[in-house]
Structure formats: C-alpha cells, structure tokens
C-alpha cells in the first residue's frame, strides 16, 4: 500500500497495515496521528484522506520542531 494506507484501521473484513506483523509496535508516534486523524475525521467526516491527515501531522510536527530549535 501507499505510505498512508498505515493509518487505516481494522475493519470486520480486512486486517490493516496498522496490524500486520512487522508493523506491531514499530509504528512511533501512531498516537498522536491518530488524535489529529479523529479530530479532522470529526469535522470532515468521509471527506479526508489518510494522505491529507499525513500531510497535516507533518506540518504540525514541523511547525513544533522549527519553534523548539529558535
């Protein structure tokens, strides 16, 4: 899958990329992408994608790293 299909999860028909294998804790910071991909799922329900949710979760890591270094 793509880079962002990791942020999928289970369903009663597929296992995800979150779940295989080699993926089982190795996956750090999963937590905090998953709380940026609820809130924006909530307020964009069916509408965004696991790339837009990537893509904010590196701006924002970004924007944290850029004001922890000045």
Do not use: M
């Not at 080699?22 to 696991?50: H, M, W, Y």
């Amino acid at each position: 899958g793509c880079d962002a299909s990791i942020l999928l999860n289970n369903t009663a028909t597929i296992v995800s990329e979150q779940q295989a294998l080699p993926n089982i804790n190795s996956i750090r910071g999963l937590d905090v992408i998953n709380q940026i991909k609820t809130a924006v799922e909530s307020s964009c329900p069916d509408i965004v994608s696991c790339s837009d949710i990537l893509t904010l979760a590196a701006q924002s890591s970004s924007v944290l790293v850029y004001n922890l270094i000045l």
